[in-house]
């Protein structure tokens, strides 16, 4: 579904929440633009520095067009580290700018609840594998509902219909 995304923003806004799987909280990183495009998603089991790490790489090999000009993010400790071994290994452009502030995040948040209500509809997760296959469904979906789609808009039921039933190959 990548290549048939639009553009996002230049500004990101970096997030984590929790998800239960089994009986412990595991982590889902999230990327979002500031015009609301989710950009990209990454479950975790822990919420440290190695795990910051791994997901701005994998936010910066994500495939979209434009690269970041600042990162906004809470006060969490991990970013700052993360975000100066990225910039120093050339992950991030060298003039992207972090930005740490508490509440900045609250669009992201926002966005965060949609996903949160359709995974609390299905109670629990039991693996973490099973949880990352859901999560990436999940996410899709609402990508596809907010309209970052080419050429789709997200309330056109029937064009989303013809566009999943094309990525699968099927009939519609």
């Given at each position: 579904?990548r290549p048939?995304?639009?553009?996002?923003?230049?500004?990101?806004?970096?997030?984590e929440?929790y998800a239960?799987?089994?009986?412990?909280?595991?982590?889902?990183?999230?990327?979002?633009s500031?015009?609301?495009?989710?950009?990209?998603?990454?479950?975790?089991t822990k919420?440290d520095?190695?795990?910051a790490?791994?997901?701005?790489?994998?936010?910066?090999?994500?495939?979209?067009?434009?690269?970041p000009?600042?990162?906004r993010?809470?006060?969490?400790a991990t970013?700052?580290?993360a975000?100066?071994?990225s910039?120093?290994?050339k992950?991030?452009?060298?003039?992207?700018?972090?930005r740490?502030?508490?509440?900045?995040?609250?669009?992201?948040?926002?966005?965060?609840?949609?996903?949160?209500?359709r995974?609390r509809?299905?109670?629990?997760f039991?693996?973490?594998?099973?949880?990352?296959?859901?999560?990436?469904?999940?996410?899709s979906?609402?990508?596809?509902?907010k309209?970052?789609?080419k050429?789709?808009?997200?309330?056109?039921s029937?064009?989303?219909?013809?566009?999943?039933?094309?990525?699968?190959?099927?009939?519609?």
């Amino acid at each position: 579904m990548r290549p048939q995304l639009k553009m996002g923003g230049t500004s990101y806004r970096l997030n984590e929440t929790y998800a239960k799987v089994g009986r412990e909280w595991k982590y889902l990183y999230r990327a979002v633009s500031s015009r609301g495009c989710t950009i990209e998603f990454m479950p975790s089991t822990k919420r440290d520095l190695s795990a910051a790490n791994r997901f701005l790489k994998k936010l910066i090999r994500a495939d979209h067009p434009r690269l970041p000009l600042t990162i906004r993010v809470d006060k969490h400790a991990t970013y700052p580290e993360a975000f100066t071994a990225s910039i120093q290994d050339k992950v991030l452009p060298f003039d992207c700018k972090l930005r740490r502030v508490k509440y900045i995040n609250n669009a992201i948040e926002q966005d965060h609840r949609v996903i949160r209500r359709r995974w609390r509809a299905a109670q629990c997760f039991r693996s973490f594998h099973t949880a990352e296959w859901t999560l990436e469904g999940i996410e899709s979906l609402h990508m596809r509902r907010k309209g970052q789609v080419k050429r789709l808009e997200g309330r056109d039921s029937v064009g989303q219909a013809k566009f999943v039933a094309g990525l699968f190959g099927i009939s519609a």
